[in-house]
């Protein structure tokens, strides 16, 4: 849809300051049908479920929107071709008929086919065994009705793997098999689900957090938030609050007075990013290790390579990669490569916590990828477990729970029927890229680089270029993107910092070889205006993302986790921002802490 156009009047999908301020004002006014704690992939699915069953609805998050598991997955949409061999099959179907649904229905933009080759090392019966595994996983992604999006698996020889492949060294594999999932970007598509959830109506808040529940005798009546920018907190009633907060989930149940009848586990992931020329490659490839299997998947003009598997119970804000976990991936890769990568191949590294559900094995590997919704009190719902791919399925059981609370009748799910903003009309629009390009005086690379990232919504991006001319150039040191991405950041996707913006609305921070820093003062002059930061705000926001990258760049030449940890922490999370109240910024290392400063949250 076009910018600030309404669904039967109920919304925008901008999530600009202006949204957020009258999203708060509003939590402090109404009562919700359904408040949902978290704004991750899961969170933001349900908001949009909900109120596209007509449901009023807001959210919240204690930081940016995919800031922890959501933005740091190996951004893949696929069926866990794994899980068959644990003979999980409904899981895997589950998550293939999802799979079709994004790529054909609910977000063509975002969610593409992304090849991968299985090399195999044993001649007759792993190509026969893996080969089965293949032709099942296909097979089940036709089996609930919906469109495969893909193409089918093919059996290679090893000459022909390797014109595919030439980096694989000849002697590591006998042949190999090529199939196909779908890739996404994590946060992109977190932020697109926002702004859909914000065009039926849901009420959007980052940097709000949950710091009590209200009752009413034993029942949850709503929650107590903080903006974490003003300091003010405020009552926000509702019939029926989700909590959606993955790795946090334990932390918000204690909250309510107690655990609760879920139990997460966190299990860090580790990716490194490298360029593309590093690895010579049409397909991504798939290996199996002792534990899992690593990925290395095809990201533009670089490689996303990993992931690790380890448990982890230290800061969740900011897991940590070490040195132990960055030389772990680089030896796997290696053990297939001609050209081995060293660590002065990688460009970028990023750590990510999956919410496991607790069981009876003591590896995080073991736990369980299936989600459970429960009612631990009565108004409260708590959804946990479950994997990236299947979120819509997650939300759709979440607010069924939701609707056995409520008085009257609650329409079924529909959101298998709801595209995204930016995904109606996106092939015709796709076709017409050359058109664009033309009538834009921007290169068609760029407007397939903005149809990938927006969909229609290009539109928006297009406008604000003739209007502002200036952002139609490249950010120095970070070429892929442009002026106007940035600012379009913080007008309608809910950016509020420089981190926001080069972490997670693009992905300069892990793309580039300083991870950012150059690009860093011009993201900032660009934010500045349309966030109304004074200059030392600014100069802020740029020392803290400097010390950041500082820090985690120390961090992964530590050997161990708990080194690791400690060097990540050593920088705070930059919030809240100046505000009119007078309140300050967060000190840097080293600054005292003003007494009306909240901790990191």
């Known amino acids: 849809m076009a910018d600030g156009q309404t669904v039967n009047g109920l919304g925008t999908s901008r999530l600009g300051s202006a949204e957020r301020e009258t999203a708060l004002k509003r939590m402090g006014t109404e009562e919700f049908d359904v408040v949902v704690v978290g704004g991750g992939v899961v969170g933001a699915g349900v908001a949009l479920d909900a109120a596209t069953r007509g449901l009023s609805v807001a959210l919240i998050e204690a930081r940016d929107f995919a800031s922890g598991t959501s933005s740091r997955s190996s951004k893949l949409i696929h069926g866990g071709l794994r899980y068959l061999e644990q003979r999980d099959f409904e899981l895997v179907r589950e998550a293939l008929t999802e799979r079709g649904l994004l790529l054909s229905r609910i977000a063509p933009h975002l969610v593409h086919p992304v090849p991968f080759l299985f090399p195999m090392t044993h001649r007759v019966w792993e190509r026969g065994y893996i080969g089965a595994g293949v032709a099942l996983y296909d097979g089940l992604s036709l089996s609930m009705g919906t469109a495969r999006g893909v193409p089918h698996h093919r059996h290679l020889t090893r000459t022909k793997a390797l014109q595919v492949a030439p980096s694989l060294k000849r002697d590591s594999f006998v042949g190999a098999i090529q199939y196909w999932d779908a890739q996404v970007d994590d946060a992109r598509y977190v932020t697109m689900l926002l702004r859909t959830a914000a065009e039926y109506g849901a009420q959007i808040a980052s940097r709000t957090q949950a710091v009590g529940f209200l009752r009413e005798g034993e029942r949850v009546t709503g929650v107590r938030i903080r903006d974490l920018e003003s300091e003010t907190e405020t009552d926000v009633r509702a019939k029926q609050v989700v909590n959606a907060t993955g790795v946090w989930t334990d932390d918000i149940q204690e909250l309510v007075g107690g655990r609760g009848q879920i139990h997460v586990r966190a299990s860090k992931g580790v990716h490194l990013v490298v360029p593309k020329d590093r690895i010579h490659s049409a397909s991504g490839i798939i290996l199996r290790t002792e534990k899992s299997v690593l990925f290395v998947i095809p990201w533009g003009r670089h490689w996303i390579i990993g992931t690790t598997d380890t448990p982890w119970d230290l800061d969740k804000v900011h897991p940590a990669a070490s040195k132990a976990d960055i030389d772990y991936v680089l030896e796997h890769v290696n053990a297939v490569l001609n050209v081995p990568l060293t660590h002065d191949d990688v460009e970028g590294v990023y ?12 590896e995080t590997s073991k736990l369980s990828r299936e989600h459970v919704v429960a009612h631990p009190v009565p108004g409260l719902v708590v959804v946990a477990g479950g994997k990236y791919t299947t979120y819509r399925v997650m939300a759709k059981d979440a ?37 664009l390009s033309e009538s834009s005086g921007l290169h068609v690379a760029r407007i397939e680089h903005l149809l990938h990232r927006y969909g229609t919504l290009t539109e928006d991006l297009l406008t604000l270029i003739r209007e502002r001319p200036d952002l139609g150039r490249p950010i120095e040191g970070a070429d ?60 802020r926001e740029i020392s803290y993302y400097e010390k950041r990258v500082e820090a985690e760049r120390i961090s992964q030449e530590q050997e161990g986790d708990l080194e690791a940890d400690a060097t990540r922490r050593g920088v705070p999370d930059i919030v809240p921002t100046m505000t009119p109240n007078g309140l300050s910024a967060p000190p840097l290392p080293g600054e005292p802490r003003p007494a009306n400063m909240p901790q990191d949250g």
Do not use: M
């Open 480 to 539: 892929d993107y442009l002026r106007a991405e940035i600012v379009y950041a913080a007008t309608h996707e809910g950016a509020r910092h420089v981190n926001d913006v080069l972490s997670r609305r693009t992905r300069i921070s892990i793309e580039t070889w300083d991870r950012g820093v150059r690009a860093a003062r011009e993201v900032a002059e660009l934010l500045a205006p349309e966030l109304g930061w004074s200059n030392e705000q600014t100069e």
């Open 399 to 435: 607010v069924d729970a939701v609707a056995h609370g409520l008085d009257g009748k609650v329409p079924g799910s529909c959101t298998d029927q709801v595209a995204l903003v930016g995904g109606d009309g996106f092939q015709a629009l796709w076709n017409a890229r050359h058109r």
């Open 351 to 362: 750590a990510g916590l999956r919410p496991l559900l607790s069981g009876e094995s003591d």
